[in-house]
C-alpha cells in the first residue's frame, strides 16, 4: 500500500535551509500530496499540501516535480524546534466516499545548533 | 487551527478488560473521523474511517469487533478497545475533518498500556 518513500534521517544546521524529499512515483493524477510532522509522543500537525503547482505557506515551502513522481518540502530557516519526524503522504479515495491518508516512513530531521 | 483532543491520554488496563477512548473536535463540525494506530518508531497506520451517523468503515486486517467505533456526534468519536491484550498496547491516534476543508486535524494521542 506504500505510495511514498523517505529518507529515514536528515541533520540540518539551524538557521539553514532543510530540504526534505519525497519520491511518489505511483501516485495518481488526483492524488494530492500532505505534509505531516510529528513530535515526539503528540499528534502529527500539518504543514502543507499540494497537487501539481508549488505551493508556500508560512511553515513551509512544497516543490513538485512536473512529472509529479515526486516533492520537496522546503523548511526555509530550521530551528531546534523543527526537529521532528517529517511525513510525505499521499492523499487517495476511500471506500467509506471520502479520502485517506497513506503515511509514508517518515523522515527524522535533527536540527543542529 | 482547528482542535482535536483525545481523552485519555495514558492509559493502564489489565488484560480481558475493555476501554474507550474518545476523540472530540473542539471548534468544528467533524464530518468525518479517523482512527489510527502507532507502534514504538513506526508510522500511523490508518484503522478505521467514520462519517457521523453511519458505520465505521474498517481498514483490511482490523478487526471490528475488536474495536469498536461509534461517531454518534459531528464533535464525538470513540473507539472502544475490546477483551484488550498485551499486544494492543499502542499509540492510538485520532483525526477529523470537515467538508470545507480537505486537511485532517490531529489529536495528541492516547498510549495504552495491556499489563
Known amino acids: 500500500d506504500a505510495k511514498t518513500t523517505q529518507p529515514p534521517s536528515m541533520d540540518c544546521a539551524e538557521g539553514r535551509a532543510a530540504n526534505l524529499p519525497c519520491n511518489h512515483s505511483t501516485i495518481s493524477g488526483n492524488e494530492y500530496v500532505y505534509w505531516y510532522r510529528q513530535i515526539h509522543s503528540q499528534g502529527p500537525q500539518y504543514i502543507i499540501h499540494?497537487?501539481?503547482n508549488n505551493e508556500t505557506n508560512e511553515m513551509a515551502s512544497l516543490i513538485i516535480t512536473e512529472d509529479r513522481k515526486s516533492s520537496t518540502l522546503i523548511l526555509p530557516h530550521a530551528t531546534l524546534r523543527d526537529t521532528a519526524v517529517y511525513y510525505c503522504i499521499v492523499r487517495v479515495a476511500h471506500l467509506s466516499g471520502t479520502y485517506k491518508y497513506i503515511f509514508g516512513t517518515g523522515t527524522r530531521l535533527k536540527v543542529l545548533a | 487551527g482547528a482542535v482535536v483532543s483525545q481523552h485519555p491520554s495514558r492509559v493502564i488496563c489489565k488484560s480481558g478488560t475493555s476501554v474507550k477512548i474518545e476523540c472530540r473536535s473542539l471548534d468544528f463540525q467533524a464530518t468525518t473521523m479517523f482512527w489510527y494506530r502507532q507502534f514504538p518508531k513506526k508510522s500511523l497506520m490508518l484503522m478505521a474511517t467514520s462519517n457521523e451517523g453511519s458505520k465505521a468503515t474498517y481498514e483490511q486486517g482490523v478487526e471490528k469487533d475488536k474495536f469498536l467505533i461509534n461517531h454518534a456526534s459531528l464533535t464525538l468519536s470513540t473507539l472502544t478497545v475490546t477483551s484488550a491484550h498485551p499486544e494492543d498496547s499502542s499509540f492510538y491516534i485520532c483525526?477529523?475533518?470537515?467538508?470545507?476543508?480537505?486537511?485532517?486535524?490531529f489529536g495528541p494521542g492516547t498510549r495504552l498500556t495491556v499489563t
Open positions: 483525526s477529523a475533518r470537515w467538508q470545507g476543508l480537505s486537511e485532517q486535524y
Open positions: 499540494g497537487l501539481k
